[in-house]
């Protein structure tokens, strides 16, 4: 049979709804949300820590929580939820969030150690050394094992309430 698509029919179709513009694809969207929120919340752990504000540290990698940790997790937690723990994109995305946050709590934390004592070094340089004037070395690169876990706490968090809302 043939069908008959009136004109009322095709506006409908054609014009999308304000809510179909945003993704609707929750285990992203759980990680995003929960980066922003781990890079958001270093402002307040830089602030019991340091007891001082800095900005600068939404924008920084390292410090508490892992917002690495966090992102991983909830994109691996938002896809066992929402597709189940027996497919290959969940045992994908256990395998990267495992990586990361190993990388996070062991390479990237002795990367940033070594240039904490690399900078210490440049430091003692007499002022006429070549090197005395070399800007420092980032080192706040890693996680503690604390902050890798905090961090995977949030995304599992984060998951868990973006899952319930939809």
């Not at 990680?31 to 270093?42: D, R």
């Not at 820590?49 to 410090?63: C, F, N, P």
């Amino acid at each position: 049979m043939d069908e008959v698509v009136t004109a009322a029919d095709g506006r409908a179709t054609s014009s999308p709804s304000p809510a179909s513009l945003l993704p609707a694809n929750v285990p992203l969207l759980s990680a995003f949300l929960a980066f922003f929120i781990a890079q958001f919340l270093k402002l307040f752990t830089t602030w019991y820590k340091e007891k001082r504000w800095d900005s600068k540290r939404m924008i920084d990698s390292g410090g508490m929580p892992s917002s690495h940790s966090a992102t991983v997790t909830a994109l691996a937690v938002a896809i066992g939820l929402h597709e189940g723990t027996g497919g290959p994109t969940f045992a994908i995305a256990i395998v990267l969030a495992c990586i990361v946050m190993y990388d996070a709590s062991g390479v990237r934390l002795h990367a940033g150690r070594q240039a904490e004592l690399l900078n210490q070094i440049v430091c003692e340089f007499p002022p006429e050394h070549p090197l005395s004037t070399s800007r420092p070395l980032r080192d706040s690169l890693g996680h503690t094992p604390l902050q890798v876990v905090a961090g995977a706490v949030l995304g599992c968090i984060v998951a868990y309430l973006m899952r319930k809302s939809n």
